[in-house]
């Protein structure tokens, strides 16, 4: 994979941040953190979108005609069945 040379500007705060957390071993250079935080970034939109399109689904199939106690059976049907209860 290409890499491209970018310049960025930092405040004296986050600089002094940065080599704290290479000086911890967390990272070996500017780049490597950074690199990460646009990882990270990256994992949170594929999340954030993936949550807003199930939010769009439920707006759009309109209200429901279950009752609040068939609901909360439901989600606890399925949480035993998931493992999750």
Partial sequence: MATIRKT???TQQQDEW???Q???GEFTNDSE???N????D??????FL???SKLIEGLDSGVGNKTLPEIMKDVETRM???GRL
């Fill in 18 to 20: 940065i080599k704290a």
């Fill in 37 to 40: 935080l646009v990882r990270q």
């Fill in 8 to 10: 960025i500007t930092l």
């Fill in 80 to 82: 035993k069945k998931d």
């Fill in 50 to 52: 993936a949550l807003k």
């Fill in 42 to 47: 990256q994992a949170k939109s594929v999340d």
């Fill in 22 to 24: 290479i000086q911890a």
């Fill in 33 to 35: 953190y950074i690199r």
